[in-house]
């Protein structure tokens, strides 16, 4: 099987342990010892019952799920050298992976957030806009980074975004995100003539002068969480979700 599947060191180490542990069960289930398994004896009664036993052992189901899925490979490579007949365990269905409750910052920690950029720098200022941003619109990472200067409406609190199947929306930003891009824009302008790029219309610009990467947002956003020790992993989605929390808790 390594050579087949070109896998590493640690990924035949796993599969190992997976099978060993498979054969450990069959064989005390069947009352014989690990060499004395036989091909009668995995069935898909015996499989079911072993996924039964990791759950009970309070393995989760994202293991047993991949513990399945090596079995389903040693048996498929069995069938394919003539082992085994037939495929015993096709049919056994893989455990549902329990649905992780997509994770939001609290009050405390957006705040930390939002207040972490250096805003006595030009890069701060910007920063502190695209976060602000993020956090007062929900919006996308890449919805952001295609905002152009005429999207944005400063003075009624505003922004035109074009998302999925290039559908038009007016989203409010209100009045943080309002102040810090007003705070920016004079810093964009000398970019623009730093970089002699006047034409271009992206809101939010790199050091060159051109559209910024969403690439970038997150590298942005990753700086600020280890700058603020936030014990998590902070995405863009992260901070939509936090917009969707905080503003059904009247936020």
Known sequence: MQVEKNASEMTIISYRTDLIQFFDFISDKNSVSPDDVTEEMVTHK??????????????????????????RSFVRYLCREGVLQGNPIAAVSTPKQEKKLPRFLYPLEIELLLDAPDISKSGGIRNKAILELLYATGIRVSELVT????????????????????????????????????MYYPMRTKDLRKASND????????????RLTARSVRNIINKYVQQVALNQKVSPHTLRHTFATHLLNGG
């Open 46 to 71: 015996s499989v079911r019952e072993y996924l039964s036993y990791l759950q009970n052992r309070g393995f989760s189901r994202s293991t047993m799920a991949r513990k399945l899925a090596t079995l």
């Open 147 to 182: 905002l152009d200067i005429q999207n944005v409406d400063t003075e009624e609190g505003y922004v035109k975004v074009t998302g999925k199947g290039n559908k038009e929306r007016i989203v409010p930003m209100g009045k943080n995100a309002s102040l810090s891009l007003k």
């Open 199 to 210: 034409d271009e219309p992206a809101v939010f610009l790199n050091k060159f002068g051109q």
